[in-house]
Every structure is written in C-alpha cells, then in structure tokens.
C-alpha cells in the first residue's frame, strides 16, 4: 500500500515514460505549430490571388463607356469646350441643343442638308459620343458627330447633317487652328464631307473614307488664320449623305502661331 501511495505521488517529471511521452508530444505540437505557420502565408497568398483575379474580372465586367479620362485643356486654347467633354456624358451618345448648359458651341442645321425631303421641325443637335469599346475619342473621353442620330420614327425624315460655330476674340494676330478629324468607321467618303470656314470664308474641304477601318482613324488637320480687332466666327459645317453617319471630329484648338 505506501509503496503504491508513492507511487501516485510521483510527478511525471520523475517518471522516464511520462517524461518521454510529454517531450513527444510539446515536439509535436511544436512541429504542427511550425507547419501551419509555413502553409498560412501560402494560403493568404492564395487568397490574394483569388480576390486579385476577381476584381480584374470585375473591372473587366464595367462597361468602358463609363470611364472617363481626364480633361487635358489646350494651354492657350481660345476655342471652348474644343474637345467636346462638356456635358459629361453617363451613356454612349447624347444628343445636345443649344440649351445645353457648357456646351459651347453654336449649332444650326447645316446648309448642305436637303429642305425639300426634311422636316425642319425638329430642334438642331449635335451628336456627342463618349468613347466605348475601342472607338476611343482623340483627346479625353468624348467627340462630335457632324451628322446627327435622327431620334424620330421612321419614315419621317428630319436633319441630321449639323454646323457647329463659335464667335472668337483675342489679341489680334496671327493663330493656329487644328482639330481632329475621323470618317466614321465602315462608311464611305459619301457619308463623310466636311467644311471648316473661318470668317464667313472657306479654309478647308475634307473627305476621308472609312469603309476599310473599324474604330475611328483620326487625323490632325491645321490652318493659319488671323484674328483681327473684331470677332471671328469659326464654322465646321457637317456635309455628306444625310443619313446619320459620319463626320467624326475632335480636340479643336486655337493657339498663336509661335513665330
Ligand atoms: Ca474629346
């Protein structure tokens, strides 16, 4: 009986079995310890990855149409809203009136539109687009089209071809007019004509085919002109057929001429 009573008095500290035992197990907790601590970071990093992968599929899923690039004004630029980024656009395309608050620019239906098989009823507007897929603007997120979307049921036949104008001031003197310009993709030279007139006067005739292309293909075109004393009127007068297709223009600007 004492010796059995010692015996369960005896620590495991005493006992080389207890002893060996405990050791065996503070080793391997020690080990499965080392373990996870090697796979937790792999498996953070997994899940970086996956979430990683899942906001560049989401971003993918947002329609670019929504994204806007930032407006880079011209310096010295005299012309306003020369690049068409006013009014912000939240769908694809918008059609702007004269009242359109930032605007800018003057419209008119364009002397080449045909009275005789158009109702002129209808409000003049130009088309702004805000670049989707890669029809992509030449400057910022958005461009004109010079003959309009005609928003009214068919068979009725309203405009579409649009002039858009400014009344310029500035230090009189010698200046550089530029903009962009693109046929609109798979439509023919027949669907994009445009005249630019600079003081009541013809400075330039474009005709450019885009039949072959599928995203606009921009060019800059630049002309000298004068401002003088009083105010000069620019003029980009749509031209072509007259079926919503075409004319697709850009970043104008109006800057010295550096000498
Ligand atoms: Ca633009």
Redesign the pocket.
């Given at each position: 009986m004492p010796r059995k009573t010692i015996k369960k008095d005896v620590g495991l500290g005493r006992d080389p079995i207890a002893l060996g035992l405990a050791g065996a197990y503070i080793i391997g907790m020690l080990m499965v310890g080392l373990l996870h601590a090697m796979v937790s970071p792999i498996s953070v990093q997994s899940n970086l990855s996956y979430n990683t992968t899942r906001a560049s599929s989401l971003e993918k899923s947002v329609p670019s149409a929504i994204k806007q690039e930032p407006v880079r004004p011209a310096f010295g630029n005299l012309l306003t809203n020369g690049?068409?980024?006013f009014p912000l656009l939240r769908t694809e395309s918008q059609l702007v009136t004269e009242a359109t608050r930032q605007f800018g620019w003057r419209m008119a239906w364009s002397t080449q539109s045909n009275p005789k098989i158009l109702s002129l009823t209808r409000q003049p507007a130009v088309e702004v687009l805000l670049a989707h897929d890669s029809w992509r603007?030449?400057?910022?997120?958005?461009?004109a089209r010079l003959d309009t979307a005609n928003p009214t049921a068919r068979p009725v036949k309203t405009p579409t071809l649009v002039t858009i104008s400014q009344r310029v001031s500035g230090t009189p003197g010698a200046y550089t007019l530029s903009f962009d310009y693109a046929p609109e993709p798979k439509t023919s030279a027949k669907d994009n004509q445009l005249t630019v007139k600079w003081g009541g006067k013809v400075i330039a005739n474009i005709s450019a085919d885009g039949s072959k292309d599928t995203v606009p293909v921009w060019k800059r075109a630049s002309y000298s002109v004068e401002l003088t004393s009083e105010p000069s009127l620019l003029e980009v007068v749509g031209g072509g057929a007259e079926n919503s297709q075409g004319n697709l223009v850009?970043?104008f600007t109006l800057v010295p001429t550096l000498k």
């Open positions: 690049s068409f980024e603007a030449a400057d910022g997120s958005q461009y850009d970043n």
